[in-house]
């Protein structure tokens, strides 16, 4: 196994995804925590002047995704042939269209019109997707064929950071999701990583 | 061989490096492509309520990242170990902002905010990106080794848009422009391009 290590600010945030899989995969890594001036020189030293990065035996990789599914394949969650590869790299495009419907909650400054478009995401956004994702998900719980794979990681860590911005049983009515969340949760390495993991808010 | 069924509108959009792949790998498909007329009758049929969806061998893909990742990795181009693959993934997902802000512009129905935009991807948004890649891309002209990946041609295809509006942007970018050229001359793609209907975006 190579030397990793992954680098982001002091959240869950877009690095979350990436510190599951290390955890489901039971690999060591290094998890870099920075801010303010610590990022500031760094920043300059970046592929694209953004977290979080990924070193992998030195060469730095970044953007979110692209680290995730790396990590996801080197240690075997990323899909058992290429269709299945396309499948969970098709619910995980799927799922940054709608955290991308989430991106008023740091835009918009209006706490008023927030809130609003908090109500409107609730209510009109986030079930008819909820209804495909649950058609996509088995009834054993698993996005693609019948084992645990980076899909169902990141469908966890979706919902895992939206709480903590729109706190709420979003997925009561969602048999198969709630199975995909719980099938996640107790994970091992997961399950630890979950007790053990940095508090943070966001 | 497994058959491939591609399906979306008749446009480039973002079916277009789907196309180029296929064409690329010289794998043969079925390019289907519907009018506005005909997508609320296929829409709730879709995983998603989108297109373009794939069809392979009785399964149904959608997300055009998705899909191209798959018919790239067909077609070899997907880059040879996983941290190529990565570095691949990386380049394309650092596009993806600028590419909806030239989406943005292009779909501005208000001629007055299109110039505006216009002027302001011009000048802003597209200099330090191009700067950028200009540093990813080595001087062999390959984002990613010292061979072709999907990363060129999509960076090609990103650019085939681009020029449209902004027709000298690669001007002075000697790695840019050697990626599009050895692009061009794929010759799967090189056929592709005189044979592609012709499609305003």
Redesign the interface.
């Given at each position: 196994m190579p030397t990793y290590k992954l680098t982001y600010f002091k959240s869950r945030g877009r690095a979350e995804l990436a510190r599951l899989l290390f955890a489901a995969g039971g690999v060591k890594y290094e998890d870099v925590r920075v801010e303010g001036e610590e990022w500031q020189q760094l920043k300059p030293k970046t592929p694209m002047g953004q977290l979080p990065l990924l070193e992998v035996d030195g060469v730095m990789i970044c953007q979110s995704k692209a680290i995730a599914r790396l990590i996801a394949k080197d240690i075997g969650m990323a899909g058992k042939t290429p269709l299945e590869q396309a499948q969970a790299d098709m619910i995980c495009d799927s799922l940054d269209d709608l955290g991308n419907k989430l991106m008023f909650l740091f835009t918009e400054k209006d706490e008023n019109k927030k809130e609003e478009k908090k109500k409107e995401f609730l209510e009109k956004t986030l079930p008819p997707t909820l209804d495909l994702f649950e058609k996509l998900a088995s009834a054993e719980g698993y996005f693609v064929g019948n084992s645990l794979t980076w899909a169902d990681v990141n469908f966890f860590a979706f919902f895992d950071l939206m709480n903590g911005y729109i706190p709420g049983d979003h997925l009561k009515v969602y048999v198969n999701l709630n199975k995909v969340m719980g099938n996640v949760s107790s994970n091992p390495g997961i399950e630890k990583w979950l007790k053990e993991r940095p508090e943070s808010t966001s | 061989m497994p058959a491939y069924k591609l399906t979306y509108f008749n446009v480039r959009g973002r079916g277009e490096l789907i196309r180029l792949l296929f064409a690329a790998g010289e794998i043969p498909y079925e390019d289907v492509r519907i009018e506005s007329d005909n997508w609320p009758e296929l829409k709730p049929k879709t995983?998603?309520?989108q297109v373009p969806i794939?069809e392979?061998d009785g399964?149904v893909?959608?997300?055009s990242?998705?899909?191209a990742?798959?018919v790239a990795?067909?077609a070899g181009l997907l880059g040879k170990t996983?941290?190529d693959?990565?570095?691949a993934?990386?380049l394309?997902?650092?596009g993806i902002d600028v590419g909806k802000l030239f989406e943005e512009m292009v779909m501005e129905k208000d001629a007055s905010k299109k110039a505006e935009k216009k002027k302001e991807f011009g000048e802003k948004t597209l200099p330090p990106f191009l700067a950028?890649y200009e540093g990813?891309a080595g001087d062999n002209g390959y984002f990613v080794g010292y061979s072709l990946t999907w990363s060129d041609i999509a960076f090609f295809n990103m650019m085939d848009f681009i020029t449209a509006e902004f027709p000298s942007a690669l001007d002075g970018y000697c790695n840019l422009t050697k990626v599009i050229k050895i692009v061009k001359r794929v010759p799967g793609i090189a056929k592709w391009l005189k044979e592609r209907p012709i499609t305003d975006n």
């Open positions: - | 995983p998603m309520g794939l392979v399964e893909i959608c997300q990242m998705a899909i990742r798959f990795r067909e996983h941290l693959q990565a570095r993934d990386m394309l997902d650092g950028l990813f």
